[in-house]
C-alpha cells in the first residue's frame, strides 16, 4: 500500500470489481482483460478513481523479444481513471513500486500507447519510459458490433473465420526496466519519442456517477 498528501493521493490494491467497472466506465476498451492481473487502485481524497491493471498481455512472443523468461517481463495493459489532480505518470511510478515488491523476478514492464484513440504515450514519456518503436499496422475484427483484437476474439468465439476485418495503425511500444542490467541491456533500442497528434487533447477517461465507488482488496493480490 502507499500513500501521499499531494492531493491526497492513495494507491492500494484494487478488488477485482473495482477493477472491472473502471475498465468497462473509463477505458475506451470498456472491458476488463483476461488471464492472471494484478490490480492497483487510485483514491483521491477518499473517493475511487480507477486503477492500473498488469497482466500478460496479447504478445505471447513477449518474453522472447526481449530475452527474458515468462516470470521477468509483464505488461501495463490498463490505464482505467476518471477524472483526477494527481498526474498519472506519478501513480504509474508508485504502482510499479508495488509491482515489483510483488513480483521480485520482474525485470521489464511494456505498455501500449495506440494512435488510432490519438495516443502517443505522453505519460510514459513523463516516466522516463523508453520507446521501442511503433508496431506495424495490424488487422483487427468486427465482433459484436465493436473493433476488437484477434486474440480476444479466439478466446470468446473460439475463431475469428466470417468476420469482418480492418487494418489499423501499429502501437507505440514503451518500456521500463526495473533494474540497472536490464536498463543496460535495452537503452541501445531507445528511439526519439513520438509527438502528440494536434487532434488529440489533455485529460483523462470519461467521468462516471458519483454514487459508484467500488473498493479496495482486503487481500495480499498473487504475483503474476
Given at each position: ?33 483476461a488471464g492472471k492481473l494484478v490490480k492497483i ?152 519519442y513520438p509527438k502528440r497528434p494536434k487532434q ?25
Amino acid at each position: 500500500m502507499s500513500s501521499s498528501s499531494k492531493s491526497d493521493l492513495r494507491v492500494d490494491w484494487a478488488t477485482h470489481a473495482a477493477a472491472k467497472y473502471a475498465c468497462e466506465h473509463w477505458h475506451y476498451s470498456g472491458c476488463m482483460p483476461a488471464g492472471k492481473l494484478v490490480k492497483i487502485g487510485a483514491w483521491e481524497r477518499g473517493e475511487y478513481k480507477g486503477c492500473l491493471i498488469f497482466g500478460m498481455g496479447a504478445n505471447n512472443n513477449l518474453p522472447k523479444t526481449y530475452k527474458l523468461q515468462c516470470t521477468e517481463v509483464c505488461e501495463l495493459v490498463r490505464i482505467a481513471l476518471r477524472g483526477h489532480d494527481f498526474t498519472v505518470s506519478r501513480l504509474v511510478r508508485i504502482a510499479l513500486k508495488m509491482l515489483k515488491e510483488l513480483n521480485p523476478g520482474i525485470r521489464l514492464v511494456v505498455s501500449y500507447a495506440d494512435p488510432k484513440q490519438l495516443h502517443h504515450g505522453g505519460v510514459y514519456q513523463a516516466g522516463g519510459w523508453i520507446f521501442d518503436g511503433t508496431q506495424s499496422s495490424q488487422t483487427e475484427y468486427i465482433y459484436k458490433g465493436v473493433q476488437t483484437h484477434g486474440r480476444s476474439v479466439m478466446a470468446s468465439r473460439g475463431t475469428i473465420k466470417g468476420l469482418p476485418k480492418i487494418r489499423v495503425p501499429g502501437k507505440h511500444r514503451y518500456l521500463m526496466p526495473l533494474d540497472p542490467e536490464m536498463r543496460a541491456r535495452i537503452k541501445p533500442l531507445a528511439q526519439p519519442y513520438p509527438k502528440r497528434p494536434k487532434q488529440a487533447t489533455p485529460g483523462t477517461t470519461s467521468e462516471a456517477a458519483g454514487q459508484n465507488r467500488p473498493g479496495r482488496s482486503n487481500s495480499q493480490p498473487e504475483a503474476i
